[in-house]
């Protein structure tokens, strides 16, 4: 825990055309995992545009480890149907993280990330000063699947030095108020 730099913040906004796994809808939900660390949001029953507007939050040692995202459709008697995949890197957003860029004008745009062959960008992203933080809001263009991208935005909460002996608690504390 002593190598951790901070906390990622990812609130999975909303699913855009996902793929129909049950008769004409689906019931899916989201896993991130990152490393070893796997969380997941609620099932929203029978939605291709599912809003789940959950925050889910990863500890982080290592911005080069991708957050991989996977998209689920619940069943009750099988297995649950794979909806798709996506995975992104945050290497970038922690940079502008570390930048401490206290003071700068609303909306300010700290960096580009374009889509490309290796990322599931569906459009450019952008890390920007908002709201006294470093953000970044993503497009995600599900892969292994014939359709579907799911919305969602980075955000990082800093841990003062000396306290993370209590991570957990603050953690749990954080998905429980959020």
Not at 1 to 28: E, F, K, Y
Not at 113 to 131: D, G, H, Y
Not at 153 to 169: E, R, V
Request: include cysteine.
């Amino acid at each position: 825990m002593d190598n951790m730099l901070g906390l990622l913040r990812i609130h999975i906004q909303r699913g855009v055309g996902l793929a129909v796994r049950d008769m004409t809808s689906s019931d899916p939900y989201v896993v991130l995992t990152m490393g070893k660390q796997k969380l997941k949001t609620r099932v929203v029953k029978r939605s291709l545009n599912p809003e789940w507007d959950e925050k889910l939050t990863l500890t982080v040692s290592d911005p080069n480890v991708p957050v991989k995202l996977f998209v689920y459709d619940k069943d009750t008697f099988t297995f649950d149907d794979k909806m798709g995949d996506a995975e992104f890197e945050i290497a970038t957003f922690v940079k502008g993280v570390q930048m401490r860029l206290e003071g700068l004008p609303e909306g300010t745009i700290i960096a580009r990330v374009q889509p490309t062959r290796q990322n599931c960008l569906a459009e450019e992203s952008c890390i920007i000063w908002s709201n006294g933080k470093v953000v970044q809001n993503m497009v995600l263009r599900l892969r292994n699947v014939e359709c579907g991208e799911v919305e969602l935005q980075l955000q990082w909460i800093h841990i003062p030095k000396g306290k993370t002996n209590h991570i957990w608690k603050e953690r749990r504390d954080a998905e429980l108020h959020s």
